[in-house]
C-alpha cells in the first residue's frame, strides 16, 4: 500500500524466487558486538514483480524471527537501482554472491550454491524483461519501424538508464537453457533440504543423549533407517549431478546443429535470391 499525490494505491506483487541468506562479511566496528552472539533470526531476499503498469521487480530483505511465523521487511530496492550482480565465481557452481546498489553493497552467502545460482538466473531474466519494457517506453516504435533481418539495431539514447551488468556468472545462467538448469536446480534444492532435514533429525538424539548424561541417564543411540536414508539420498543427489550434466552437453549439441541449420537456411535463400535476379 503507497499514497502517490494523494491517492491511496495498493499493489500486489507475485514473489518470482526467495532463498535464505547470510552476510559473508560483518560490518567494521561491529563484530566483538556480535561475538559469541547466537542467531535469533533467519534472512531471506524475494524477488517480486507488481501486477501495476508499469510493473516494477523489488528485492525484497526480510527477516524471520525462531519461534515465530511471521516475517518482518527490513530493506527494499527496486531492479532500476541495482547496479551489478556480482556472481563471484565464473567457472563453478558456490553459494556467495554480491548486490550492489546505489548506495550501498550487500555481500551475501546463500543456502546452498544450487540456490544461489537459481536467484541469479531469475533475476538475469526480470531484469532482462525490465529494461527491455523500459526501452520500448523510452523509444516507442512505429508501423514503419518493423525490425529487418540483418538491420542494425539501434543505439540507446544518451540520456538512457544504466542497466544491471552481470559480472563473474556462469553462462549457463544466463542462457537459453534457462528451463533445464531451472529443473536441475530445483532437484538440487529439494536433496540439500532433505539433507539437511536429516541432519538436524539425526542431531536431536545426540543432543538428547547430552542433556541425558548430565542427569545420569543413558540414551539410545540414533537408529541406523537414518544412516541408510541419508546414503540413499547421497547416491541420488550423484546421479542427478551426471543427468544434469549429460542434459547441459546434449543442449549445447542442439544448439551447434540450430545455429549450422540457421546458416545453412540462410545460405540457400542468398542463393535462390541470385538465382532469381
Known amino acids: 500500500i503507497s499514497v502517490e499525490n494523494g491517492v491511496l494505491k495498493t499493489e500486489i506483487s507475485q514473489v518470482l524466487s526467495a532463498i535464505e541468506v547470510r552476510r559473508r562479511m560483518k560490518r567494521k566496528g561491529l563484530s566483538f558486538l556480535n561475538a559469541g552472539r547466537k542467531r535469533d533470526y533467519l534472512t531471506y531476499l524475494c524477488l517480486s514483480v507488481t501486477n501495476s503498469r508499469p510493473a516494477q521487480v523489488l528485492i525484497t530483505k526480510v527477516k524471520k524471527y525462531r519461534g515465530t511465523r511471521q516475517l518482518a521487511k527490513r530493506s527494499q530496492w527496486s531492479v532500476k537501482q541495482l547496479r551489478q550482480v556480482n556472481g563471484i565465481n565464473p567457472d563453478k557452481d558456490t553459494p556467495e554472491f554480491d548486490l550492489v546498489f546505489d548506495r550501498t553493497t550487500d555481500q551475501w552467502v546463500a543456502s546452498s550454491a544450487a540456490e544461489k545460482c537459481m536467484f541469479v538466473q531469475v533475476l538475469y531474466h526480470a531484469c532482462q524483461n525490465y529494461w527491455e519494457a523500459k526501452l520500448a517506453q523510452a523509444n516507442p516504435a512505429s508501423p514503419g519501424d518493423q525490425k529487418t533481418p540483418g538491420a542494425p539495431e539501434n543505439k540507446k539514447s544518451p540520456g538512457a538508464p544504466s542497466q544491471t551488468s552481470f559480472v563473474n556468472c556462469q553462462q549457463k545462467l ?104
Open 174 to 277: 544466463m542462457g537459453d537453457a534457462c528451463s533445464v538448469n531451472m529443473v536441475i536446480y530445483r532437484c538440487k534444492i529439494f536433496l540439500n533440504r532433505m539433507k539437511n532435514s536429516m541432519t538436524a533429525n539425526q542431531g536431536w538424539p545426540q543432543r538428547e543423549a547430552v542433556k541425558a548424561s548430565r542427569s545420569r541417564i543413558r540414551s539410545s543411540p540414533s537408529p541406523p533407517a537414518v544412516r541408510k536414508m541419508g546414503n540413499v539420498m547421497r547416491r541420488a543427489s550423484q546421479v542427478l549431478s551426471e543427468r544434469g550434466e549429460r542434459l547441459m552437453r546434449a543442449d549445447d549439441k542442439t544448439n551447434h546443429l540450430l545455429h549450422g541449420a540457421k546458416q545453412f537456411a540462410e545460405a540457400a535463400q542468398k542463393v535462390s535470391y541470385s538465382d532469381l535476379l
